[in-house]
């Protein structure tokens, strides 16, 4: 058995602890021994040897489960009630107490071997239905048959040679008392209720039950074999209602045959008692191991099923939040890695650390010694100019060839100029490209520093060059891409009656370059259309594709009725446009009401959920989380409804606003913030989610737009 929790007793007063625990065992044991003694006076009812045979006796299935839910120091319940139920039937008080201990020792063994087997009493593995029926059905109940069978020979109660045909008796007894009763107890007592069920789910419940029932009597009541059309629906109650369904509609079939054999009644009514014994029990065998057996199978698909769905939920929220980080290689970049891994390859350890420092700011060293007229190169160097490290002697003029005509006679004339002055100095830093072996140019910021001997001649020279091509380049594709983004986003937010509305794109830090947009467009009948969202990436990439989710989103507008379906063609434009960028975005369709109010419509692509701000300071989410846009060809996508009332304020932003936070209302500020803007106007909420933004040292690019429902006096 497993081990049960133990609880520390309070510091005070332990033999009264001790009294109070002591008379809890004794009231258990009382109402197990009571409850154990009751249903087998009625199960004797149906005996079909003597007056203690039964073919279903559910006192055992009780004593099972008693054990396995109680423990094993619930054996003296067991014993006692069997005990009394044996007394008035039996010849001597030996032979009532002999049986007792077969009726004790069984339900004990079963339960001591399924516990050591690993056995779970919620039935949902298929391995703990073969357990019960193999462990504690058929072999456990050998003892009992064995010991009770044995002791009404000794007894004279029966006759030596019906041993065998009465043991069988016993023993398919007890066992049918495991298989048809222990699973429905078990049910009942070890399977998790659901938190909540509806009435409809109550009454299917209740009607499949019923119908069980009336088929069951139905089938007893004919002289025809059809007690096997009760198993599509045992069949039907596990695959709806799992073991808590299965064993429940199992023990009313069972019931129902039982009676209907012991009263001589249905399609066995003439037959011997051998005939209806085997009958029976291969009838309540087959329902209850199907029963037990379909519904851990059906248990462990569900189980399977609940951690795929777990797992592919953990899948996609971490596709959620590294969105914002995914940066795609370009074809210099990639290039650039490439040479990194030539200079690593061919470096010698004792110098890696200060070659990867060199390689990361693109930097090289030189040196010119003037009397030998000798220059060396470090390999960064032979790297900058498009070579491998040592691929050529280099020399003064060799290294002049690759720099660019227009800035070649700068160089030339500063040095002149540096040579000339006959003094130890450094010379001012100079900017000039040169042209690599495959025609792309690359711009380097070159250092220099010339010493000369006592006498004032030049001796050597030695400087570094740095590749800042990439930074150059940057702060060129950050100019393109912020006049990009200027004409994308809208100057001006349309008047719309009955409605004010106000909207910020902010991009995070020095970059001034964002992936956030914001819209707002007229639809047909009176409709208008609100979008915003959040493009991976930035620079002149993340400004095209904030360009085309924002005109998709436009035209679709004009013709789609629902925003998933909008999503859902702005998802096929990102995926056949080829940039490999993503996007998430909140498109929500507005309906003006004659009456003030407006019917949203709010579709999410895995963007934060929009907040409505109620004119009492409510708060309230709307929409349901989707998938990203751009990553695959059939995102989940749903339209939630929601309502806007005079006074209300809907709230929408990009995940800038929250930073590191998947929900808004869990954010730990955010929500007395948008409390405290309970009566502002939009503009005003949107300044003031601004200067909270400010206050929090946001990290992240951030967009609003915010839409009021005005008041109607």
């Not at 490209?433 to 030049?458: E, M, N, S």
């Not at 004409?487 to 964002?514: H, K, M, W, Y």
Request: glycine share 8%; aromatic share 6%.
């Amino acid at each position: 058995m497993k081990a049960e929790p133990v609880t520390a007793a309070p510091p005070t007063n332990g033999r009264g602890s001790a009294s109070r625990n002591a008379l809890v065992e004794v009231a258990k044991i009382v109402a197990v021994a009571l409850i154990y003694y009751g249903v087998a006076r009625l199960s004797l009812q149906f005996a079909l040897v003597q007056r203690n045979v039964t073919p279903l006796w559910p006192p055992t299935g009780i004593a099972l489960v008693v054990f396995l839910v109680l423990g094993l120091r619930m054996w003296p319940a067991i014993a006692l009630g069997a005990l009394f139920v044996n007394l008035p039937i039996t010849d001597t008080v030996l032979a009532a107490a002999v049986t007792a201990a077969g009726n004790t020792l069984a339900p004990l063994a079963g339960a001591v071997l399924l516990e050591r087997t690993g056995f779970r009493r919620s039935l949902d593995r298929p391995r703990d239905a073969l357990s019960l029926v193999i462990l504690a059905a058929l072999l456990a109940m050998t003892i009992s048959a064995t010991v009770g069978s044995a002791t009404l020979v000794a007894s004279g109660a029966v006759e030596g040679r019906h041993f065998l045909s009465t043991w069988g008796v016993w023993w398919t007894g007890d066992a049918m008392g495991v298989l048809v009763v222990a699973p429905f107890l078990l049910s009942l007592l070890s399977v998790p209720w659901p938190r909540r069920t509806g009435a409809a789910r109550w009454i299917e419940a209740a009607a499949l039950m019923a119908v069980v029932a009336a088929v069951s009597l139905a089938l007893t009541q004919t002289r025809l074999s059809l007690m096997f059309l009760i198993l599509p629906l045992i069949g039907w109650a596990a695959w709806r209602f799992q073991l808590r369904g299965s064993s429940t509609a199992t023990l009313i079939a069972s019931a129902v045959a039982t009676v209907a054999v012991a009263h001589g009644a249905g399609p066995l009514a003439r037959a011997t008692l051998l005939e209806r014994m085997l009958a029976l029990q291969a009838f309540n065998a087959t329902i209850a191991f199907t029963s037990v057996l379909f519904a851990a199978l059906v248990a462990e698909r569900l189980e399977s099923r609940a951690k795929l769905e777990a797992a592919s939920r953990e899948l996609e929220d971490r596709v959620l939040q590294r969105t914002a980080e995914l940066r795609h290689t370009n074809d210099r970049l990639t290039q650039e890695i490439a040479d990194r891994r030539v200079v690593e390859r061919m470096l010698q350890r004792q110098e890696q650390q200060l070659v990867e420092a060199l390689d990361i700011a693109k930097l090289g060293s030189w040196e010119w010694t003037m009397a030998s007229n000798r220059v060396t190169w470090s390999d960064q160097m032979f790297l900058i100019h498009g070579y491998p490290p040592r691929a050529f002697d280099v020399t003064f003029d060799r290294a002049m060839e690759q720099v660019a005509d227009e800035d070649r006679a700068t160089i030339q004339h500063n040095l002149v100029a540096a040579l000339a002055q006959g003094a130890s100095h450094e010379l001012a830093p100079v900017q000039y490209r040169i042209a690599l072996p495959d025609g792309r140019r690359r711009i380097l910021i070159g250092k220099a520093k010339l010493w000369v001997d006592p006498d004032g001649t030049p001796a050597r020279m030695v400087g570094t060059v740095q590749d800042v091509t990439v930074e150059r380049e940057a702060r060129r594709d950050k100019q393109i891409a912020q006049a990009l983004q200027r004409s994308l986003l809208p100057r001006d937010l349309p008047t719309i009656p009955g409605f004010e509305l106000a909207g910020l794109s902010r991009p995070s830090g020095n970059l001034q370059v964002s992936g956030d947009f914001y819209d707002v467009f007229l639809r047909p009948e009176g409709l208008f259309g609100l979008v915003i969202g959040d493009v991976s990436g930035r620079g002149p990439e993340a400004a095209a594709v904030m360009g085309i989710a924002r005109q998709t989103v436009r035209v679709a507008g004009m013709t789609e009725p629902r925003p998933s379906s909008i999503l859902r063609l702005l998802n096929e434009a990102l995926l056949t446009d080829g940039m490999d960028l993503f996007c998430t975005v909140v498109n929500i369709r507005v309906r003006p009401m004659p009456d003030g109010t407006a019917r949203l419509t709010v579709c999410s692509a895995g963007h934060p959920l929009p907040v409505i701000l109620r004119h009492d300071g409510g708060l309230e989410r709307v929409g349901a989380s989707g998938t990203l846009l751009g990553a695959l060809p059939d995102p989940r996508l749903v339209d939630t409804p929601g309502d806007l009332s005079p006074g209300d304020t809907l709230v929408m932003f990009t995940d800038g606003l929250i930073g590191a936070w998947s929900d808004a209302i869990e954010h730990p500020a955010l929500p007395s913030v948008l409390r405290a803007c309970v009566g502002m106007s939009a503009r005003q909420v949107v300044d003031a989610l601004a200067e909270w933004c400010d206050r929090e040292g946001a990290a992240d690019d951030v967009a609003l737009l915010v839409v009021q429902a005005t008041r109607r006096d």
